[in-house]
């Protein structure tokens, strides 16, 4: 059973925007925290943004001010809205829930979608 499944993924020039939508199914907990991670080819997957239940959030230094996570625990999803992107937002991008820290060990991924940016 798939548990987290994400859309939005698509290319786009420099400077445009996309948005990611997740969505969890019945298994996984709506408490659980939420986010977004990326991967670059040959690279280590990265932590882009999460939020927790009371919707803290955190963004790396890098989309910090260009992307917005947001989620709706009545549908239990997870949105990334990603503007002005650039050339080095290229990756796959990963959905997670539960356990979303980097060094906490994610519970749950998604299959990841592609994000192309052309400069």
């Known amino acids: 059973q798939v548990q987290l499944v994400e859309s939005g993924g698509g290319s786009v020039q420099a400077g445009g925007s996309l948005k990611l939508s997740c969505t969890a199914s019945?298994?996984?907990?709506?408490?659980?925290?939420k986010a977004w991670y990326r991967q670059v080819a040959g690279k280590e997957r990265k932590l882009v943004s999460m939020?927790?239940?009371?919707?803290?959030?955190t963004y790396s230094d890098s989309v910090r001010g260009r992307f917005t996570i947001s989620r709706d625990n009545t549908k239990n999803t997870v949105d990334l809205q990603m503007n002005s992107l650039k050339s080095e937002d290229t990756a796959v991008y990963y959905c997670?829930?539960?356990?979303?820290?980097?060094?906490?060990?994610?519970?749950?991924w998604g299959q990841g979608t592609q994000v192309t940016v052309s400069s």
């Open positions: 019945e298994s996984i907990p709506i408490t659980c925290g």
């Open positions: 997670a829930a539960c356990n979303i820290g980097p060094s906490d060990g994610v519970t749950f």
């Open positions: 939020m927790s239940l009371d919707g803290g959030t």
